[in-house]
């Protein structure tokens, strides 16, 4: 157990619906990490924030996906419309930016979403 | 970020030494560099990180060329534990994303 838990573990829904995936990063950290994951390939960068601020979104992040930090606490994932090639593990990471230059992120478990 | 280049897989014996070397030729002068490793059905965990000079922690050595174009990560005593995917990342921000590829699919056998 890193700290990190996300909530649900599992989502199972149907194309078209939206469905909202929460993280809750360790408590001190400032920096939070949204990445996506299909089977058989590395994590997949989609957005971070600096506590409540969202420095940076993939390009390959379509519209229907919106995230928030609205208190630089907690995060949250939502995704629009969702369509099959949304399946995918949805990983989240914190991690406390410092003087110093090492950055190591902490993963939470994965949220697996299987869209039918 | 650099382009890091690994092995797409490797076996290793319980309680010999792993030894994953990582490409990495573009680097620049100010990029570190991080391994994580993924086990099963987990999220990515941080292994250890450099810039220059060799590291080693709990859990690795970390061991650098002076060119700093390739690095060797090494698991001193494998355990079947250790059967993981291990990534090398070069971030040109530290503090930013982190850019995994395929990594090395490291099999620890008895």
């Known amino acids: 157990d890193t700290g990190v838990s996300q909530d649900p573990r599992h989502k199972i829904t149907k194309r078209g619906q939206n469905v909202t995936f929460r993280c809750d990063p360790i408590?001190?950290?400032?920096?939070l990490y949204w990445y996506r994951q299909t089977l058989g390939q590395g994590p997949e960068f989609l957005t971070y924030?600096?506590?409540?601020?969202?420095?940076?979104k993939s390009r390959l992040l379509s519209d229907r996906f919106s995230a928030e930090r609205p208190k630089g606490s907690f995060s949250t994932l939502e995704i629009q419309r969702t369509e099959q090639g949304d399946s995918a593990m949805y990983l989240c990471?914190?991690?406390?930016?410092?003087?110093?230059?090492?950055?190591?992120?902490?993963f939470g478990p994965g949220t697996r979403l299987t869209v039918l | 970020d650099a382009k890091t280049t690994q092995p797409t897989s490797m076996d290793c014996a319980e309680g010999r030494a792993a030894n994953l070397p990582c490409n990495h030729s573009?680097?620049?002068?100010?990029?570190?560099v991080y391994w994580y490793r993924q086990i099963h059905s987990q999220g990515p965990q941080y292994i250890i990180h450099?810039?220059?000079n060799n590291e080693t922690n709990e859990m690795a050595s970390l061991i650098i060329t002076e060119d700093r174009k390739s690095s060797t990560l090494i698991l001193p005593h494998a355990t079947l534990r250790d059967t993981a995917v291990y990534y090398c990342?070069?971030?040109?921000?530290?503090?930013?994303?982190?850019?995994f590829g395929a990594g090395t699919q490291v099999v620890v056998t008895p």
């Open positions: 990471a914190s991690s406390l930016i410092s003087r110093y230059d090492y950055n190591e992120q902490f």
């Open positions: 408590s001190e950290h400032n920096r």
């Open positions: 924030f600096q506590n409540e601020a969202q420095l940076e």
């Open positions: 573009t680097i620049s002068g100010n990029e570190y």
């Open positions: 450099g810039l220059k």
């Open positions: 990342i070069a971030p040109t921000d530290s503090w930013g994303k982190l850019q």
